[in-house]
């Protein structure tokens, strides 16, 4: 860039403008780029800092937000589940409701409530990059509502979910899954979301694993159904 007139100061505060505009867009460009973080939840900083009716979400769930419809909220509360009323919630084993639902993996997991007469989606959205190898984007969640499974999105459009069944060695959490590969590679906002549900979540991954098509699973529930026909003993 040319610099018009002759007067030196006007020149060298010119040039440190834009150099100081180059290294803060490398910055955000970093900060947009780096990888997801937390993504099991385990990464509380103790203690918890008291923030409103509940604790801060940067020392509970850091590398999150918590979002009531279109507003953020620096506070989630603690192990504790709402009555009727939405609720984003941190557990970590301490309180009874967790006798019922324990974390499926580590000692923490969340809670994501909509309540009774939602007016907006309650989520935890992350900004990050999704790793270049990922094909499936997988979590367990188990709770209540219908439909009670979590919402998906990542950078405002939609990632469907599969419900892949009981979680291995849970008979309360179920395994989803999702298509994250058009994704693969880029940066940008993984939203966990619920409208009318509620439920616990945990042991969110990004995977190598490519999930089945849904034809494929009606051609694998189709075979096995033959075969236990076939396996039957016929009458004679």
């Keep these: 860039m ?3 007139g002759t007067d030196p ?24 780029a780096q990888s997801f973080r937390n993504l099991s939840f385990e990464g509380a900083t103790y203690p918890l800092t008291p923030s409103g009716p509940g604790v801060s979400t940067d020392t509970a769930v850091p590398g999150w937000t918590a979002h009531f419809g279109t507003n953020q909220f620096p506070f989630v509360y603690y192990n504790g589940i709402g009555i009727g009323g939405r609720v984003i919630a941190f557990h970590d084993g301490m309180d009874s409701q967790d006798n019922f639902y324990h974390p499926y993996d580590g000692v923490r997991h969340m809670t994501l409530q909509s309540g ?12 990050g990059e999704v790793p270049t190898d990922s094909l499936s984007l997988r979590l367990v969640a188990a709770g209540i509502g219908f439909p009670n499974e979590p919402i998906i ?16 060695g849970s008979t309360l959490y179920h395994q989803f899954a999702g298509d994250i590969s058009p994704f693969a ?15 616990y ?7 190598p694993i490519a999930i089945p ?4 699973w009606a051609l694998l529930a189709l075979g096995s159904a033959l075969c236990c026909c076939a396996a039957r003993p016929r009458r004679k």
């Design 2 to 4: 040319r610099i018009c």
């Design 9 to 32: 100061f006007l020149k060298v505060m010119v040039t440190k403008s834009l150099i100081g505009i180059l290294i803060a867009t490398a910055c955000v460009t970093a900060a947009v």
């Design 116 to 127: 009774s007469a939602p007016t907006g989606d309650v989520a935890l959205a992350q900004f």
């Design 153 to 168: 999105s990542f950078n405002g459009q939609p990632v469907q979910l599969y419900d892949l069944g009981l979680a291995p």
């Design 185 to 199: 590679g880029t940066s940008g906002e993984l939203r966990i979301a619920t409208l009318r549900s509620a439920f």
């Design 201 to 207: 979540l945990d042991a969110i991954q990004f995977s």
């Design 213 to 216: 098509e849904p034809s494929t």
